[in-house]
């Protein structure tokens, strides 16, 4: 797997926008972008994926840049309930999708 | 939205005693996972199972530890005699094997080696 960087932590103000931005300089052409987050000590629970195209799914949305080096995930109106550990990770479209590295994650802290 | 389930949600055993982990994952899903998390460090890959054999396993999978899916159903993680630092919270997951190979998580056994 393509080793991935975040920032260890963040804030955001309840109701702003949440931009949580990876770096994934050594993708592969056949590896997705996955974002995950775990909620205190929870099951980490799927967000949203993408390849090269711009995602959006009910929860966030995901912008990958055109070199695929960089993506930001964007939680467009935080609650505090968003607060979480989210986790960027880059795994190839393959039947073993599963065994993904989990990093450190970035702690995001939605404050009233 | 289907779930991954898992039970108990927490237990507490002493050391070398013999633990079971139980999972029933999605049903249509055909690759199985456990992960561990120790308190307050990073999520570890496990396991992972496919048509009922061990696809890959981790270094932290040795001997101690055993798999099965044994009535097509539940998926299970046996740790054979615990140790103090098995103590952790074990999650399973699942994943289709087809399209978006989303992997989907349950919520965990907290297991607590005394």
């Known amino acids: 797997d393509a080793k991935t960087t975040q920032p260890t932590s963040m804030d955001c103000a309840e109701g702003r926008a949440a931009n949580l931005p990876c770096n994934h300089s050594?993708?592969?052409?056949?590896?997705?972008v996955y974002w995950y987050r775990q909620i205190h000590s929870q099951g980490p629970q799927y967000i949203i994926h993408?390849?090269?195209n711009n995602e959006t799914n009910e929860m966030a949305s995901l912008i990958i840049t055109e070199d695929r080096k960089s993506s930001t995930l964007i939680l467009p109106h935080a609650t505090l309930r968003d607060t979480a550990v989210y986790y960027c990770?880059?795994?190839?479209?393959?039947?073993?999708?599963?065994?993904?590295?989990f990093g450190d994650g970035t702690t995001l802290t939605v404050k009233p | 939205e289907p779930e991954v389930t898992q039970t108990p949600s927490h237990q507490v055993t002493q050391m070398g005693q013999e633990v079971i982990l139980r999972c029933v994952p999605i049903?249509?899903?055909?690759?199985f996972y456990w992960y561990r998390q120790i308190l307050g460090q990073k999520v570890e890959f496990l396991v992972s199972?496919?048509?009922?054999?061990?696809?890959?396993k981790s270094e932290i999978f040795d001997d101690q530890f055993s798999v099965e899916r044994p009535d097509g159903s539940n998926f299970t993680l046996k740790i054979r005699s615990t140790k103090l630092e098995d103590s952790a919270m074990y999650f399973c997951?699942?994943?289709?094997?087809?399209?978006?190979?989303?992997?989907?998580f349950g919520e965990g056994s907290w297991l607590t080696v005394v």
């Open positions: 990770i880059v795994r190839a479209f393959n039947t073993n999708a599963g065994k993904s590295t």
């Open positions: 050594t993708i592969s052409g056949n590896e997705y």
């Open positions: 993408g390849l090269k």
């Open positions: 049903s249509n899903h055909l690759y």
């Open positions: 199972f496919y048509n009922n054999e061990i696809s890959e």
């Open positions: 997951a699942s994943i289709h094997g087809q399209g978006a190979n989303t992997i989907y």
